[in-house]
């Protein structure tokens, strides 16, 4: 079975640990900024888009981390029994798209979407229109830019 493993934020000043179901997001634990004394310290979110809708996420919070990773993995379990292998590829094939429209940015080519024609190159060179955009990025390019 596949386990939850977490990697730091590096991103966010605070403590933040993101929770990843083998490639895939599915939540985080982070550690609270400001508020009273008297307030948990720790939130968290257990949840990913697409694949789950955003009424199947939970979230909550907790005095120490240890509770709340509890409460995550609690969370994760019923979420998880929920999921199909095609909710998992759902969110991958976002990730991977968004990734994609990033690398045509930086290699100054336009989508199909922002041309007149809705037709584009994409930077390996393949002429894709608006409605096989998708199609080819998740065929030739399914980590977004390889
Ligand atoms: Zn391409």
Same mark, same amino acid.
């Given at each position: ?10 991103? =966010?000043?605070?403590? /933040? ?7 895939? #997001? ?14 948990? %310290?720790?939130?968290? %979110? ?5 694949g ?7 979230? @909550? ?6 509770? +709340? ?10 979420? =998880? ?14 990730? +991977?798209?968004?990734?994609? %429209? ?12 922002? $041309? ?7 930077? /390996? @060179? ?6 096989? $955009?998708? =199609?080819?990025? #998740? ?5 977004? +830019?390889?």
């Amino acid at each position: 079975m596949t386990e939850l493993r977490r990697r730091r934020d590096d991103t =966010r000043p605070e403590e /933040c640990w993101l929770i990843y179901y083998g490639d895939v #997001l599915v939540g985080t634990i982070a550690a609270r900024t400001g508020g009273p004394r008297d307030e948990a %310290k720790w939130d968290w %979110k257990c949840g990913f888009y697409p694949g789950t809708e955003p009424g199947d996420h939970r979230s @909550g919070s907790a005095d120490t981390f240890q509770v +709340a990773r509890t409460a995550f993995e609690a969370a994760w379990e019923i979420l =998880r029994d929920s999921r199909t292998e095609a909710d998992f590829q759902a969110w991958r094939n976002e990730q +991977a798209i968004t990734t994609w %429209k990033y690398a045509m940015w930086e290699a100054g080519a336009k989508l199909p979407t922002q $041309t007149t024609s809705g037709v584009s190159g994409c930077f /390996c @060179g393949v002429t894709i229109d608006i409605a096989g $955009t998708d =199609r080819h990025v #998740l065929a030739a390019h399914p980590f977004g +830019a390889d």
